[in-house]
T-cell receptor, first 114, second 117 residues
Framework: AQSVSQHNHHVILSEAASLELGCNYS??????LFWYVQYPGQHLQLLLK??????LVKGIKGFEAEFIKSKFSFNLRKPSVQWSDTAEYFC????????????FGTGTRLTVIP | GAGVSQTPSNKVTEKGKYVELRCDPI?????LYWYRQSLGQGPEFLIY????????DSGLPNDRFFAVRPEGSVSTLKIQRTERGDSAVYLC???????????????FGAGSRLTVL
């Protein structure tokens, strides 16, 4: 079965700082990778996804993530965060064969201080 | 509808009672998923429907949990003899047909917060 590790539980940054949130997964086969975001009081929304091709994927609101297969990682980055990026961020993975259910990490809470 | 709709948004019940949570997916989405999110945790998979049938129910924690989707649209998650440990936010998601395995993008509802006293 797949599993996902997000090592940063809570990250606090000032506006304009750069962001990198770690995500590592364990699975021996080919995977699809996702980052979801949950803003305060809102439901989970897709931020970006990787299925195949260019390992550097760009999502909404200036976020990007890089799939490094050798490191089983899919870290999320943003060069300059804004106060409105304050949210909980979840990394998720599923196998490219078999069931469609996603396995989520425990999430990273990002607080951006204006 | 425009999004995934879940009712009720909040449910408080007593230990031992029976609870039903409803999910109305996006129109035309054939796949429907139930997840459970406990405080401080990521969503945990419960069950996945493709059409009317449960394609994967391996995440249901025990036989007190059951879900149906009789007409391939609305789904109901049923919890019997609720326990305090069942308190969580129950999330529903749906995805459209046709994508290759695993490549479906899930659209989530706002969730139903269940509190068992």
């Amino acid at each position: 079965a797949q599993s996902v590790s997000q090592h940063n539980h809570h990250v606090i940054l000032s506006e304009a700082a750069s962001l990198e949130l770690g995500c590592n997964y364990s699975y021996g086969g080919t995977v699809n990778l996702f980052w979801y975001v949950q803003y305060p009081g809102q439901h989970l929304q897709l931020l970006l996804k990787y299925f195949s091709g260019d390992p550097l994927v760009k999502g909404i609101k200036g976020f990007e993530a890089e799939f490094i297969k050798s490191k089983f990682s899919f870290n999320l980055r943003k060069p300059s965060v804004q106060w409105s990026d304050t949210a909980e961020y979840f990394c998720a993975v599923n196998a490219q064969t078999g069931a469609n259910n996603l396995f989520f990490g425990t999430g990273t809470r990002l607080t951006v201080i204006p | 509808g425009a999004g995934v709709s879940q009712t009720p948004s909040n449910k408080v019940t007593e230990k031992g009672k029976y609870v039903e949570l409803r999910c109305d997916p996006i129109s035309g989405h054939t796949a429907l998923y139930w997840y459970r999110q406990s405080l401080g945790q990521g969503p945990e998979f419960l069950i996945y429907f493709q059409g009317t049938g449960a394609a994967d129910d391996s995440g249901l924690p025990n036989d007190r949990f059951f879900a149906v989707r009789p007409e391939g649209s609305v789904s109901t998650l049923k919890i019997q003899r609720t326990e305090r440990g069942d308190s969580a936010v129950y999330l529903c998601a749906s995805s459209p047909p046709g994508a290759r395995p695993g490549a479906n993008v899930l659209t989530f509802g706002a969730g139903s917060r269940l509190t068992v006293l």
